[in-house]
């Protein structure tokens, strides 16, 4: 058997959905839609948090990290397979797949110690309003988002470098529209087992760490939304919780049926809408949801676009 190191192979060949024929151009046109209306979403939320003085809060400060590297995350992961189609190719160069994989791992990774730490954010804010101002103030919200950068960014080097050190056995074609880290992974014929025990460890550390954290932030959330006697005020807690959960139950559910499945379990096919659903749709529902239950992201919007109306088309 051929062994070949991975750094000779010069470029990649995509199947993506060749096996689905008729399906290749719904595939592209959503796709297409889907990163469209992520860049649009995504930029006017970061241009109102800056522009409106009312959202220079720690909440809106974090929600304009997430909606920067979903812009980042999305962009790696579609723009290639967008391109490809309209060049009526389907390869990569090897440089391009290598920072089209660090980049996904490092935005998904960043996004996973994010949400934990817009978890911690609405504890404070709700279980200690009046000391909110001074716990989460502009120094400690430039600490937590930059930590939160830089292990996703350290973690995907870590990733990216164990899978550049294995040799492939002449095989260069990605069973993937991307290159994923799982679907390059299979084209390694020595052992992984050092490769995949360094992402599982990292997986554990992404993914059920950030995750308990979220469970406790929120079980006292919850326990002290109870006591709260007024219905205005629960209504209220509730709702400046609830867009966060539905983004961390649609984010993590994705990122555990990817990344924490069994091994033996082989759903390459299953992988490839569930990545769709990951880097496209995800990303997408990100500014809709936060905006839609927010009614000072709602006002901002407004107040933008009348003072350009140019935007509202």
């Known amino acids: 058997m051929i062994k070949t190191n991975l750094t000779v192979i010069s470029k990649f060949i995509f199947l993506g959905f060749t096996y689905y024929p008729k399906?290749?151009?719904i595939v592209f046109v959503l796709c297409l839609l889907l990163y469209l209306i992520t860049l649009?979403?995504?930029?006017?939320?970061?241009?109102?948090?800056i522009l409106d003085s009312h959202l220079h809060k720690p909440m809106y400060f974090f929600l304009s990290n997430l909606s920067f590297?979903?812009?980042?995350?999305?962009?790696?992961?579609?723009?290639?397979?967008?391109?490809?189609?309209?060049?009526?190719?389907n390869t990569i160069s090897f440089s391009g797949c290598v920072i089209q994989m660090y980049f996904s791992l490092a935005m998904g990774s960043t996004e996973c110690v994010l949400l934990s730490m817009m978890a911690y954010d609405r504890y404070v804010a709700i279980c200690n309003p009046l000391r909110y101002p001074?716990?989460?103030?502009?120094?400690?919200?430039?600490?937590?988002a930059a930590g939160s950068w830089v292990t996703g960014c350290l973690t995907a080097l870590v990733e990216t470098m164990s899978v550049l050190h294995q040799s492939l056995c002449g095989n260069s074609i990605i069973n993937h529209f991307t290159c994923e880290i799982l679907a390059v992974l299979k084209l390694v014929c020595v052992d992984t087992s050092r490769v995949?025990?360094?992402?599982?460890?990292?997986?554990v550390l992404l993914l059920p760490m950030p995750m308990l954290l979220i469970c406790i932030s929120y079980a006292f959330i919850l326990s002290n939304i109870l006591r709260i006697s007024s219905v205005d005020g629960r209504s209220k807690?509730?709702?400046?919780?609830?867009?966060?959960?539905?983004?961390v139950v649609l984010f993590y559910g994705?990122?555990?049926?990817?990344?924490?499945?069994?091994?033996?379990?082989?759903?390459?096919?299953?992988d490839k809408f569930i990545a769709l659903v990951y880097a496209g749709l995800t990303p997408m529902l990100n500014p809709?949801?936060?905006?839609?239950?927010?009614?000072?992201?709602?006002?901002?919007?407004?107040?933008?676009?009348?003072?350009?109306?140019?935007?509202?088309f």
Request: proline share 3%.
């Open 23 to 25: 399906v290749e151009v």
């Open 40 to 49: 649009l979403g995504n930029i006017i939320l970061i241009s109102i948090t």
């Open 69 to 89: 590297l979903d812009i980042w995350y999305t962009s790696s992961a579609l723009t290639p397979m967008l391109a490809n189609f309209v060049l009526g190719k």
């Open 134 to 144: 001074v716990i989460m103030n502009r120094r400690v919200c430039v600490q937590i």
């Open 196 to 203: 995949q025990l360094i992402m599982l460890l990292i997986s």
């Open 237 to 247: 807690a509730f709702s400046t919780c609830a867009a966060h959960l539905t983004v």
């Open 254 to 270: 994705t990122a555990l049926s990817m990344y924490l499945k069994p091994l033996a379990v082989d759903s390459q096919e299953i």
């Open 288 to 312: 809709i949801i936060y905006s839609l239950r927010n009614k000072e992201v709602k006002a901002a919007v407004k107040k933008l676009l009348i003072r350009n109306p140019l935007c509202a």
